[in-house]
């Protein structure tokens, strides 16, 4: 069974950072790759960062260039999300979702596996 486990999330001031975690199972996670995204009720879903767990390239965002950092750790079956100058509009829920490496092009569109969101509030 595929089981995507976000965490991390959190109330934060602006200007504040916040580190979220992934943590995969019942999937090769060297053959996927993984993604974050976030929605705010009544707007479309994002694509904030995400990663070929394979060869460790990442897309981030326009909003978020700069500010966040996707990584993982193929030993932990683990992806992060570092995420530093938060603002308000990054106040979100995140979720965790992964996608077979050989269907990944960009950072958006379906992808297969979807785990529960975190919340992500920033105060101004």
């Known amino acids: 069974e595929v089981q995507l486990q976000a965490s991390g999330g959190g109330l934060v001031q602006a200007g504040g950072s916040l580190r979220l975690s992934c943590a995969a199972s019942?999937?090769?996670?060297?053959?996927?790759?993984i993604g974050w995204f976030r929605q705010v009720p009544g707007k479309e879903r994002e694509g904030v960062s995400c990663?070929?767990?394979?060869?460790?390239?990442?897309n981030y965002a326009d909003s978020v260039k700069g500010r966040f950092t996707i990584s993982s750790d193929n030993a932990k079956n683990t992806a992060y999300l570092q995420m530093n100058s938060l603002k308000p509009e990054d106040t979100a829920v995140y979720y965790c979702?992964?996608?077979?490496?050989?269907?990944?092009?960009?950072?958006?569109?379906?992808?297969?596996?979807w785990g529960q969101g975190t919340l992500v509030t920033v105060s101004s």
């Open positions: 979702t992964a996608l077979p490496a050989p269907h990944y092009y960009r950072c958006s569109g379906y992808w297969t596996y």
């Open positions: 019942g999937f090769t996670f060297d053959d996927y790759a």
């Open positions: 990663i070929r767990n394979s060869d460790s390239s990442t």
